[in-house]
């Protein structure tokens, strides 16, 4: 809300600007420039020039697209396709090594009865699109990954080609509500999970190993410095859904559910055992994600950006929007601004499965290439967008402490490559009555 100055003290004229504008988002590096909402100090009246009047910005609005963000590190593993009706398919996969969970250790000389089965159970933390049955793949790596290295969601490591997931296991509907029921006599439940049986081969070649005493299974920092078991690539087999179908599907690869779980028996013993061994720990995981954004308004607007006046876009995993206002530099250097709200309206969501992201980040950037933070804004309902202060850059802006750059819309960082949620907002040139604006209340010094 603009709080309206009082005119009536030594004739001043309050200057209401307004302005339509496009927004862009790019990833943030820390700057030293700091900005917060604490407002001005009083202002000596006296100095104020009794001038006023409303001006309307010109806008520059459009999208890029950024792919050198890292996807390691994250707080979910991605997994899964989905055909965007506004952005196009997203087909994600996780590449993980697998981490031991303490020594593992099995009598001395004992011999495999038999493997019963082998589980890859992932603990779901989420989803985004339509919960559509998926085919999930399973194939073991043969190329390290480490721990000191940095992925991207381009990045990806070869495989040995072997798909491990047993037919009948392989194509699934994500149930994210009910829990799973397991165990000889059904009794026991988990929280809600992927499960997907694995060939028996793998857990005959773990299960014998550990009992010929191999080493590789002392600790998890001698699992992975042995170079025994490189990891896994998940995938689906779907990567192109049909429009409007599919889900992305986020993992919590913390999880204690998140394991692969060999159960097996013993020569001369009756009683079922398990070794598990956790797809994160200490280990290292990464989200890849390929993106075809063909046939979309969207692949426009990264090609040609005056496409960008109608809608722009951000989302996950690199899509940015920009915002450029070139006669911000009409006001005067030595205008005080007192508000400066953006409002950016989106595009009406009429699919309840492709939501807004929940919170974008606005950025700049400085001379030096670094990126700092101007504000956040939470996604209003009521308002269908976003509303953000922007009074404390603003002002730099005009003084000149700043440039007059691009400002740009991303969503949060910390969620940032690994989930598929994004904006479609409303460009200066939109068929919609809603459109982007810049709303700044200020006053001229003599």
């Not at 104020?48 to 890292?70: H, M, Q, R």
């Not at 009948?168 to 509500?177: G, I, M, R, V």
């Not at 005959?204 to 550990?210: A, K, L, P, S, Y």
Request: with cysteine; proline share 4%.
């Amino acid at each position: 809300m603009i709080v309206k100055s009082d005119i009536k003290k030594r004739g001043l004229k309050v200057v209401m600007l307004l302005a339509y504008f496009v927004f862009a988002t790019f990833l943030s590096v820390s700057c030293k420039k700091k900005y917060s909402a604490i407002g001005e100090e009083a202002l000596d009246v006296n100095k104020l020039l009794a001038s006023g009047g409303i001006d309307t910005f010109s806008l520059k609005t459009y999208s890029v697209d950024e792919d050198s963000i890292p996807s390691d590190y994250q707080p979910y593993g991605t997994l899964g396709a989905f055909h965007d009706p506004k952005l196009g398919v997203l087909n994600a996969s996780i590449y993980t090594q697998l981490a031991v969970d303490g020594k593992v250790v099995l009598p001395s000389g004992g011999v495999i009865n038999i493997i019963d089965s082998v589980v890859l159970s992932l603990n779901y933390g989420g989803s985004y699109g339509k919960l559509d049955a998926q085919t999930f793949e399973v194939y073991e790596l043969t190329e390290t990954m480490t721990i000191d290295s940095s992925y991207y969601r381009f990045s990806t490591k070869a495989t040995n080609g072997v798909n491990l997931v047993e037919v009948s296991s392989a194509t699934q509907t994500p149930d994210l509500t009910n829990k799973v029921v397991v165990g000889p006599t059904n009794t026991d439940t988990l929280n809600p999970q992927l499960r997907l049986r694995l060939n028996n081969t793998i857990g005959q070649q773990f299960v014998q190993d550990i009992l010929a005493g191999n080493t590789a299974f002392n600790s998890t920092t001698d699992f992975l410095n042995s170079g025994y078991f490189k990891g896994f690539k998940i995938n689906v087999a779907n990567a192109n859904p049909s429009l409007g179908t599919g889900a992305m599907l986020y993992v919590n690869m913390s999880n204690a559910d998140t394991k692969m779980t060999i159960y097996f028996t013993l020569q001369g013993e009756t009683e079922q055992r398990q070794v598990s061994l956790k797809l994160k720990g200490s280990s290292t995981f990464f989200n890849h994600v390929d993106i075809n954004r063909t046939g979309h308004h969207v692949a426009n607007v990264l090609v040609d950006s005056q496409y960008g006046q109608t809608n722009f876009y951000t989302q996950r995993f690199g899509l940015l929007g920009v915002v450029e206002t070139p006669t911000l530099k009409n006001l005067s250097s030595k205008a005080v601004i007192q508000n400066g709200l953006l409002y950016l309206p989106i595009v009406a969501h009429s699919q309840s499965a492709y939501s807004p992201i929940p919170l974008i980040e606005l950025k700049y950037k400085n001379a030096e290439g670094k990126y700092g933070s101007i504000v956040s804004a939470a996604y209003s309902s009521s308002q269908k967008g976003y509303v953000a202060d922007l009074r404390p850059y603003l002002q730099d802006v005009i003084t000149g402490e700043m440039p007059n750059g691009p400002i740009y819309i991303f969503p949060s960082l910390s969620l940032f490559s690994c989930m598929g949620d994004r904006a479609v907002f409303n460009g200066t040139n939109t068929p919609y009555k809603v459109r982007p604006k810049l709303v700044v209340k200020y006053t001229d010094f003599k």
